[in-house]
Nanobody
Framework: QVQLVESGGGLVQAGGSLRLSCAASGDTFSNYAMGWFRQAPGKEREFVAAINRSGLNTYYADSVKGRFTISRDSAKNTVFLQMNSLKPEETATYYC?????????????????WGQGTQVTVSS
């Protein structure tokens, strides 16, 4: 079982950048593919990005391709989400998730472990 704690959220102006972090503990970090999701008030949780256990494969939602980058640091047991050119409509709570296999990654229900979320607010 793995525990996940996100950090790095905050208030940023449109066009700005933020870097989210998710620290994992409780199990071997390399056993898990990692993902980021977001959920705005009144909306369903949506997939943002995912990275496989080795870090060699990544996958992004079309809406964030070219602006967001997911990465992982095995020495620090941490996964990151670098977000550039942020838009007001991307205001949401951002969640980190973990699962064993790098399959069916878009569906939130496929992920086994979740963090508590970190708020990102993008002002216009």
């Amino acid at each position: 079982q793995v525990q996940l704690v996100e950090s790095g959220g905050g208030l940023v102006q449109a066009g700005g950048s933020l870097r989210l972090s998710c620290a994992a503990s409780g199990d071997t970090f390399s056993n898990y593919a990692m993902g980021w999701f977001r959920q705005a008030p009144g909306k369903e949780r949506e997939f943002v990005a995912a990275i496989n256990r080795s870090g060699l494969n990544t996958y992004y939602a079309d809406s964030v391709k070219g602006r967001f980058t997911i990465s992982r640091d095995s020495a620090k047991n941490t996964v990151f989400l670098q977000m550039n050119s942020l838009k007001p409509e991307e205001t949401a709570t951002y969640y980190c998730a973990a699962r064993g296999a790098f399959i069916a990654i878009i569906a939130p229900r496929a992920w086994d472990y979740w963090g508590q979320g970190t708020q990102v607010t993008v002002s216009s």
